[in-house]
């Protein structure tokens, strides 16, 4: 118990309004001062942790949101990405196109994967996906095989759009090409966010909510669970596709290798290290895994301190194996809901009050403070951003 | 009579769900070779005392079992020490059949004790003809009244001191009811078994107990033997209906 | 057509060792209502162990059931120091640990075992020179590594079973699995049979992995995920509480994956089906099955409290 009631400040006032200005001003001012001054491979970095966190963000909603486990976003990123490269390499299409075609694609295929999941509880739609994962390479290799006859895919090796006057050919080519890619990849990443979002907050969000926590409840409370669950399910791949398409563009070439449940495994693994059924959880578990993946990959080679052979072998790998194992009893809800419950104990976003005669915010961080917690996966009140 | 010994023995138990507390300091006690009844509404905390007592949730106060406090202990060692539940709806093992349900019953009996096992089914067996019929048939397609006297006998497979009955006629037809409380009654009166029931519907249950306990909202309230609860008009018109 | 028969008999022992590593799936999900992830990673590890003692001189089955052993005493560490105090905050956070150890256990054999990424050498258990096998028909030979792996695996079932049904352990596990309630009001600590189910199912598991790692003659960081995943499908086929929805189910996806890998020359759409697509073929055969019986074929469906 927080030994001072913290500070609230009601939700959509000024003072809300002004939190949400300098957090997106933030944001905006780090990627803007990245984008001019971070060298291209640190770029490239950063665009490959943004797929990785739009992979998660779609993930989110469907697992995090809606309960439905997926260790089969995989396929969907997959698919996405043979799509753009193919159609743009072979057929000569515009990349955006493809992005659209790859878009509908998954998203397509998701409500397909959602109609089943309806009967599949738990376990039984983990390991369902879980074969999906599998498909997925099985497919790839027989599509390089049949239809492209190489062992490779070429990427969609997308070039900046002329408005945005960057360099397409000559020394700042490359660099520019960087940029041009890193601001897709971001672009994309907030978009989903914004989607996702709004999703949360609206009322389709509570019946995604209602239905992870109590399916029967929601369904008395008159929420269409087929319609919910398997567009949830569509929505949530398409977005895994948005991912896809962005791989795509930063590849120079794929094949079967490129997607496969060790790539859904990343994409739990991100969204667990983050926190579930958070809004930026998703992102900042991508981010802290890419970094940390990267780090420990350079480095860990040069730790004397680890006996021979190990240092050569997947030190990486299994220190985040590691890591989210102990997240579970140390940050059970993640980066994310760990630093929320700190600044909590600061300063609480309270809802606005409903009826026409208001409690007053200090009573209502009673009742909050007083009511014992709910059940589920995740089921904080929160951080209103 | 000789001056009654407590085989269980309550005192100032609490306990509940999470941040839910159901049983607020909750006195009572069992005499040995007694049948006590608690009388409780719905939600006055029946199950929860149950529960509490055979150690299947976090409590705290006292709890004495034949002197020794197994306010701490773990619910099988509990049952090891010579308490059974019928837990209330029966609690069959319903996919195992009806023979491994009595074998279930007597889990506890090792070694030594292991020697009667047998024989001890056979008398079930006789005593619930339609059981050794079905022996084995999966318990979970016995009727009600046969799961009520398979989940009695199963009980009384570990030799209990106390048998626990938790609600025993939940959902049985009147006549099996009768049956059930007669049977219950025998086996105090024969075997001398103490027993404690809790009950919503307690004309039966009354009819064959020593003392009885009001419960309501997580304390007693009111207590005495049969004839005086049943003499007691408030609560002869509240639990007994009449 | 006159090869259907060899198909069917390769196809069997591949069959029975995912039958083995579904039966651990499904020892573990009848007894604490979990899936354990990790199943085939935690199988690799110990095979990883079979070869390092094997490597220090020990005979190969020695080694083989002496990683048994230590896999048993490991699972029932992991259950008491991960699973179980994962298990009182949410099944949500079981999950999350099953899916990390999925990956640290496959990462740790990396780092353990130089070039396990490549592949170690495994010795088969069984004779396996050319010319070991049974002919049965003038075409049709079993080869003797086939024939004693599906032995092995029937032998270890029945061993099994004979646990459930006839010790009282057994009968305690079958209780728990059932209804966990009244097994406590019966006197069986359902704590110290949640850590039995979990040392059990590990050791099924090594055994599995061992011999797999026989009939492949090497093992590799790779080596289990097909197998995990074809033993999940098997046992979400068979239904993720029943140890014989686990052996029907393992043994008809060993066989169809068999067909579905030899056939295909034959068949005018051989170019769409192959060697990998058996996979594929497993999925859609499960997906069937569980629309039409979500819980699998032999499983208990789950009836939901209000």
Redesign the interface.
């Known amino acids: 118990m927080p030994s001072s009631t913290p500070r609230t400040i009601r939700e959509s006032s000024p003072a809300h309004w002004a939190i949400r200005a300098a957090g997106v001003a933030a944001i905006a001012f780090v990627a803007i001062y990245l984008a001019s001054t971070a060298q291209p491979s640190t770029l490239g970095d950063i665009t490959e942790a943004c797929t990785l966190a739009i992979a998660a963000v779609g993930l989110n909603l469907l697992f995090g949101f809606n309960g439905q486990i997926s260790i089969g976003h995989s396929t969907f990123a997959g698919l996405a990405a043979f799509t753009a490269g193919y159609s743009v390499n072979a057929w000569k299409w515009n990349p955006y196109i493809s992005l659209a075609v790859a878009l509908i694609l998954c998203f397509l295929l998701g409500l397909a994967l959602g109609l089943p999941a309806l009967r599949l509880k738990g376990p039984y739609l983990a390991l369902v996906t879980l074969a999906v994962a599998f498909v997925w390479p099985t497919v790839a290799a027989k599509f390089l095989d049949q239809k492209v006859k190489a062992s490779t895919l070429k990427g969609t090796k997308l070039e900046p759009l002329s408005w945005t006057g960057l360099a397409l050919k000559g020394k700042e080519a490359r660099a520019d090409k960087a940029i041009f890619l890193y601001w897709a990849a971001v672009v994309i990443l907030v978009i989903a966010y914004v989607i996702v979002r709004n999703l949360r907050k609206s009322r389709i969000g509570r019946a995604l909510v209602a239905v992870r926590d109590n399916e029967t409840a929601a369904a008395v409370m008159g929420v269409n669970l087929k319609l919910t669950k398997t567009v949830t399910f569509g929505i949530s791949a398409a977005i895994a596709g948005a991912s896809g398409w962005v791989t795509a563009a930063r590849l120079a070439t794929m094949d079967e290798t490129t997607f496969t449940i060790l790539s859904s495994i990343k994409y739990l693994l991100a969204l667990f290290l983050g926190g579930a059924a958070t809004l930026v959880g998703p992102i900042v578990g991508a981010f802290a895994y890419f970094f940390l993946d990267d780090y420990l990959k350079d480095h860990a080679p040069g730790w004397d301190w680890l006996p021979g052979p190990l240092s050569k072998g997947p030190v990486a790998s299994f220190m985040l194996g590691v890591l989210v194992i102990a997240f579970v009893f140390i940050a059970p809800f993640g980066v994310v809901g760990f630093v929320k419950d700190q600044v909590r104990k600061v300063i609480v976003i309270v809802p606005r009050p409903l009826r026409r005669a208001p409690m007053s915010a200090e009573q209502v961080v009673q009742t909050e403070a007083t009511r014992p917690d709910e059940q589920g996966p995740e089921n904080r009140g929160e951080l209103e951003t | 009579m000789s001056a009654a010994h407590a085989l269980l023995d309550v005192r100032g138990l609490v306990a509940g769900y999470g941040a839910v507390q159901v049983l607020h300091g909750l006195d009572m006690s069992v005499n040995d070779g007694e049948v006590a009844v608690i009388l409780g509404a719905n939600g006055a905390g029946k199950t929860t005392t149950m529960r509490a007592i055979s150690g299947m949730i976090q409590r705290s106060g006292t709890i004495t079992f034949d002197g020794q406090d197994i306010s701490r202990t773990a619910p099988n060692d509990i049952v090891r020490l010579g308490v059974a539940q019928v837990p209330q709806g029966r609690g069959t093992f319903t996919d195992l059949s009806v023979s491994d349900n009595l074998r279930a019953g007597a889990y506890t009996r090792t070694g030594a004790k292991a020697t009667g096992i047998d024989a001890d089914m056979r008398e079930w067996y006789e005593i619930f003809p339609r059981l050794h019929e079905r022996r084995d048939q999966k318990a979970g397609s016995l009727s009600g009244g046969e799961q009520q006297m398979l989940a009695i006998s199963r009980a009384l497979m570990s030799k209990p001191r106390l048998l626990l009955c938790d609600e025993p006629s939940l959902g049985l037809a009147p006549i099996i009811t009768q049956e059930l409380f007669a049977i219950l009654g025998r086996l105090n009166s024969e075997r001398g078994l103490s027993i404690l029931i809790v009950e919503q519907n307690a004309n039966l249950a009354v009819k064959i107990a020593h003392s009885v306990f009001v419960l309501e909202t997580g304390s007693i309230v009111a207590s005495g033997t049969a004839e005086e609860i049943a003499g007691n008009d408030s609560v002869r018109k509240a639990y007994l209906g009449y | 057509m006159g090869h259907l028969l060899q198909y069917i008999l390769n196809g069997l022992s591949k069959g029975s060792i995912y039958s083995l590593i579904a039966l651990g799936l499904v020892v573990i ?1 009848r007894g604490t209502g979990h ?1 354990n ?1 990790a199943q085939g990673e935690m199988a690799l590890f110990a095979t990883f162990g079979a070869w390092w003692i094997n490597d220090h001189g020990v005979p190969l089955w020695i080694s083989v059931v002496l990683a048994a052993m230590f896999a048993f005493v490991g699972g029932g560490v992991i259950e008491f120091g ?1 699973i179980r ?2 298990g009182k ?2 099944p ?2 079981v ?3 099953t ?10 054999c ?5 070039n ?1 990424g490549t592949g170690l050498p495994f010795g088969s258990l069984f004779p396996n020179e050319p010319d070991d096998f049974w002919r049965i028909t003038g075409n049709t030979v079993w080869r003797y590594e086939n024939i004693g792996v599906l032995v092995t695996v029937l032998v270890i079932t029945g061993l099994l079973f004979a646990l459930f049904q006839k010790t ?1 352990v057994g ?2 596990m ?2 728990v ?3 966990p ?10 704590s110290r049979i949640l850590m039995l189910s979990w040392a059990m199912s590990a050791a099924i598991g090594s055994l599995g992995g061992s011999l797999v790692a026989g009939l492949n003659d090497g093992v590799n960081l790779a080596t289990m ?2 197998v995990f ?1 074809l033993a ?2 098997a ?2 086929l068979g239904g ?1 509480d029943s140890p014989l929805g686990a052996i029907v189910g393992g043994l008809s996806l060993g066989v169809v994956e068999s067909l579905v890998q030899n056939y295909p020359d034959d068949w005018p759409a051989h ?2 089906i ?1 060697e ?2 058996a ?2 073929v ?2 859609l055969i ?2 069937v099955v ?2 039409l019986k ?3 074929l032999f499983g ?1 469906p ?1 009836v ?1 409290r ?1």
């Open positions: 999900y899936l992830f991960l105090p994962a905050k949410s949500f956070a999950i999350v640990i899916i990390g150890l999925f990956q640290a256990m496959n990462s740790l990396g780092l353990l075992f130089e396990a009282r009968l305690a079958r209780m699995a059932n209804n309630d009244s097994a406590k009001l019966s006197g069986v600590s359902t995920f097909s995943l999940s499908a046992a979400t993720l170019e769409y192959g990998d697509t996979i594929a497993a999925f499960i997906l569980l629309l979500p819980a699998g208990t789950r939901e209000v």
